[in-house]
């Protein structure tokens, strides 16, 4: 049918006036205020920190001449070059931890949730949408020099110290975001878990295939879609968080973030400050395009 | 196809140190709040509520809390109105372009937010505006809508088209079909919508950050007393209410959901 | 008087709806291609076709559902064009019942009313009739959600009638019942549209379903009406041969040495001798015509009938049964005839009797005159 509807879309568009009575027209009528509203509050504004990533600044002008100092800066300077990368490597690392331990809650969820599917989602999501801010604050106290979770060790004997490594460091900040964004991993692949028809599962035993060569030749291959997704999902938003690093990172958990955040606030330098987001989202997206590539060669193997 | 009972059972094991762990960091707060020490650590050592009554007298809070309430009304609703849009027309329509519509109204759930902090700030700056709740406002939307459309999109694919040409067949006009069809039927995933996207502004803290000049809302009030070490009870107490207000509204939104699953689900089935 | 008349007295001759040239294009799929129909004031009048022949956009046009690209539709001498489905004198029963799961069944089948406002009483009073009318008092406080299939079907039909329609429009109702209750409602819907009197449309895609049901069938095939007719007609004298393979059964066969004179025809089939028959085909040349030229000529199987040993017949014609499918109250012979290419299939009932033909036996057979009929292709 698309095919029709698709020349009935063109043919309503000549015909101008008929076209807002047509199924298209109703389709972008309806549409439009939300689709207008990202346009404008969204797309616009991303092209203007673009347009702001060529110019630069002198004092409190802005000089309109295009340039791409910015973006020497922001790739060339160990500073930014540092902090790229390690933004990078931490959304890398949060995103790999959470799906895999996603994965199995999701796999239970969805094989063995029965009756109770919606009530597990509803467990595992409800941390996620309450105290983003207190969570993070909160890790701080687990894993501070003298919190909870060094106390707890120590009052069993397990550490004879307290662990300096615990807070301040990329390694909290790592445990942090991959809480934060436990949910949003889970929710991805329990869909795709979900689509998979079970007869599949039946007919792969019944041809002899054993519980981990079915897991492995139909499970994980059908839920890598939800995979994928869970990975980008976590992978594009952490790696720009602000929050985690500045309360639980210390001086080695620095990201990205916070040097953009001080080029708009105390350093006032917007066109850096925009070279510098621009290039993390570019660098972030073709990490993206490169795991999937991976996954899917990873596929054909299971295959 | 099930494991055998051996691995269900550490399958099951690990799900429960999984949730665990999940609710630990949230629920540390409420357990310190109630602590009669200054500093959040272990052991606990007795029962207080002063760091609550601490807040009673407490005007910034209380303007903070205001702010929020007034931001979080405002984009639940306003956040609601749009994803009715933006659902209905995924669901009832077949047009070029839905794609590419649906992503750039759906990008936000994605996108890193201090990108979205910042470019808007530097148009907000750039065209004059003053940054107040309306600033605020504007931001949540954005970043709400996408929860609103997914909420909405489960009501929408559960209402049979037919149930709408059903009532102008019987003699209705649109909007009475709209008032008495078609929103009554939608109620439960609008009142999960309103709920969750209330929830999710009342949380927001990065682009309230950057857009709420001299008006904060209670995250970013709590970032600014996070500086002092002496506030942190009191955070703490502040945060535990926050959290209980957010599990009291996430239940309802649940819910209202589960009732809009339900009536889809078995109005649209034959038996 | 026509033979539906004869039927149903309450038809008469003055068109309820008058379907004239009309054409509906989706972008370039045609739905609809110049569709002429008449349809009359109290007759059960059923679109039937094969899925995406453009029966169901058909009957949302006449509901207001679709507007035609050309031609004009007019019910009551009314011209409906541009005319919503609220305001015309049509109601519908969608496929999928469209029960209002928020309003209990009372409140569904008064919601066309509360528009009309009647008065409490007035209103209470249509509704029960209504519900009585559909066998379902007692029910009215039931929610839409906590219907069965057949209770929601019944509910959709009094919603429709409560509002005094003057044509009610059926898209599939019984498409999602199982065969027994499909079976009853069949007699049921039949019942009531004797009962009311005014004009049913309905659409199917199950021929049984049209041929029980109807005073009239269009039978629809690529967005053309291939046939109108009562529905021994439509059976019996199918003008095409894709007409009467729809609706069941038919044996093809060969012939050749055909004559035909006003509207009847002799031929020569290989293995039935000369034969006689009617010509069904419209608008050619077959209707008057000799050709030396094959042409197909279609039986049905069950006008056919298997000779007991000994008994004797005009016309014999004799075969081998190749294979035999037991359907409960009659049985499909193949049988392969000398001279012929394909076997043919022959109905046999299984009545008081009846013994059975093994497969690799021996048959005879006979047909009656006029059954053979000489189609368009």
């Known amino acids: 049918m698309s095919v029709t509807h698709q020349a009935a879309a063109e043919e309503s568009l000549k015909s101008g006036s008929s076209f807002l009575k047509s199924e298209a027209g109703q389709g972008w009528l309806t549409i439009s205020p939300p689709f207008l509203y990202a346009l404008l509050l969204l797309v616009g504004p991303l092209t203007v920190i673009i347009a702001n990533s060529f110019w630069s600044q002198d004092y409190l002008t802005i000089d309109h001449t295009f340039t791409l100092k910015n973006y020497q800066a922001a790739l060339t300077e160990p500073i930014y070059r540092d902090l790229l990368f390690r933004s990078l490597y931490i959304s890398i690392m949060v995103s790999v931890v959470t799906v895999v331990l996603a994965f199995p809650v999701a796999y239970f969820v969805s094989f063995h949730g029965g009756r109770y599917k919606g009530l597990w989602l509803f467990i595992i999501t409800v941390p996620f949408w309450s105290g983003y801010l207190l969570r993070i604050l909160s890790w701080k106290v687990i894993l501070g020099y003298k919190g909870v979770l060094n106390g707890s060790l120590l009052s069993l004997g397990i550490i004879s110290e307290p662990m300096t490594w615990l807070l301040y460091s990329t390694s909290a900040v790592i445990i942090t975001l991959a809480h934060s964004w436990a949910a949003f991993a889970i929710l991805p692949i329990f869909v795709s878990l979900e689509k998979i028809d079970r007869t599949l599962l039946e007919a792969a035993a019944d041809l002899g ?14 839920a890598l879609p939800g995979i994928t997704a869970a990975l980008l999902i976590v992978l594009i938003p952490t790696v720009g968080d602000y929050v985690t690093p500045k309360l639980v990172g210390g001086k080695d958990g620095v990201m990205i973030a916070n040097a953009i955040q001080v080029q708009f606030g105390k350093a006032s330098n917007w066109p850096l400050g925009a070279a510098l987001a621009v290039s993390t989202m570019i660098i972030v997206c073709m990490m993206a395009g490169l795991i999937v590539a991976l996954l899917y060669g990873l596929k054909r193997i299971l295959k | 196809m099930k494991l055998r009972a051996g691995s269900t059972s550490s399958l099951k094991f690990y799900v ?45 809070m209380q303007t903070a809390a205001w702010n929020s309430l007034i931001v979080g009304i405002c984009a639940a609703f306003l956040s609601t109105v749009l994803g009715i849009c933006a659902a209905r027309a995924l669901t009832r329509y077949k047009f070029r372009g839905k794609t590419v519509a649906s992503a750039v109204i759906m990008a936000p759930l994605i996108m890193p937010e201090i990108i979205i902090a910042i470019s808007l700030l530097v148009v907000m700056l750039g065209i004059g505006m003053e940054l107040s709740l309306l600033t605020v406002i504007l931001g949540h939307l954005l970043i709400c809508v996408p929860y609103s459309i997914t909420v909405l999109i489960a009501g929408f694919e559960g209402f049979d088209p037919s149930m709408e040409e ?106 | 008087m026509n033979q539906s008349q004869l039927e149903n007295p309450e038809i008469s001759n003055l068109a309820m709806i008058s379907i004239s040239n009309v054409q509906k294009r989706f972008g370039t799929y045609i739905a609809l291609d110049n569709v002429n129909v008449d349809i009359r004031e109290g007759e059960f009048f059923s679109l039937l076709g094969p899925s995406g022949c453009g029966k169901t956009t058909l009957l949302r046009m006449i509901g207001g559902f679709d507007e035609p690209n050309a031609g004009s539709i007019t019910i009551a001498k009314e011209p409906m064009g541009g005319i919503p489905p609220n305001l015309r004198p049509t109601n519908m029963v969608f496929q999928s019942y469209a029960i209002f799961p928020h309003l209990n069944v009372s409140e569904n089948v008064a919601y066309g009313l509360k528009r009309l406002k009647l008065g409490k009483a007035e209103e209470g009073s249509r509704v029960q009739k209504a519900l009585e009318q ?41 498409s999602a019942l ?36 109807s005073d009239r069938i269009a039978v629809m095939f690529g967005g053309r009406i291939a046939q109108i007719a009562e529905p021994q007609n439509i059976y019996q004298r199918p003008v095409s041969r894709q007409v009467a393979d729809f609706l069941g059964g038919m044996n093809f066969l060969e012939a050749t040495g055909m004559h035909a004179h006003d509207g009847r025809f002799q031929a020569t089939v290989e293995g039935f001798g000369k034969i006689r028959g009617l010509v069904t085909a419209q608008g050619q040349d077959l209707t008057s015509a000799s050709s030396k030229e094959k042409l197909i000529l279609g039986i049905r199987p069950e006008r056919l009938r298997i000779l007991w040993d000994g008994e004797k017949a005009d016309r014999v014609v004799s075969g081998t049964v190749i294979d035999r499918h037991y359907m409960g109250e009659v049985t499909n012979l193949v049988v392969r005839i000398d001279g012929q290419k394909d076997p043919i299939s022959i109905i046999e009932t299984n009545d008081f009797g009846a013994e059975d033909i093994p497969v690799n036996s021996q048959v005879r057979f006979t047909f009656d005159d006029d059954a053979f009929i000489a189609m368009s292709a």
Request: glycine fraction near 8%.
């Open chain 1, 209 to 222: 295939d054993s519980w981990a060569r079915r897991f492995l030749r139909i499970t994980v291959p059908l």
């Open chain 3, 178 to 213: 199982d065969k027994k209750l499909r079976e009853e409602m069949q007699v049921e819907l039949r019942h009531l549209q004797r009962q009311i009197g005014i004009t049913f449309i309905l659409v199917t895609h199950d021929q049984y379903e049209a041929l029980a049901m």
């Open chain 2, 16 to 60: 429960f140190v999984y949730v665990a762990i999940l609710y630990i960091p949230v629920l540390l707060i409420p357990v310190f709040s109630f602590n009669n020490s200054a500093t959040p650590k272990l052991p606990l050592v007795g029962f207080t509520i002063k760091w609550y009554e601490g807040l009673a007298g407490n005007g910034a």
């Open chain 2, 166 to 271: 059903a009532s102008r067949d019987l003699g209705e006009s649109s909007w009475g079909t709209l008032r008495r069809v078609t929103l009554p039927m939608l109620a439960p995933s609008i009142i999960s919508s309103l709920l969750v996207s209330f929830t999710i502004s009342l949380d927001e803290f990065i682009l309230a950050f950057f857009l709420s000049g001299t008006e904060p809302t209670l995250p970013v009030y709590i970032w600014g007393q996070l500086r002092f070490a002496a506030k942190l009870p009191n955070v703490l107490a502040l945060g535990s209410i926050l959290i209980l207000a957010s599990l009291v509204l996430l239940t309802f939104a649940e819910l209202a959901r589960r009732r809009a699953e339900k009536n889809s689900h078995s109005g649209g089935q034959f038996q």
């Open chain 3, 134 to 174: 559909v066998r379902l008092t007692g029910l009215g406080a039931r929610m839409g959600n906590q219907l069965s299939g057949g209770q929601r079907q019944r509910v959709a039909l009094a919603r429709a009638l409560v509002m005094q329609p003057k044509v009610l429009l059926l898209d599939e109702p019984l």
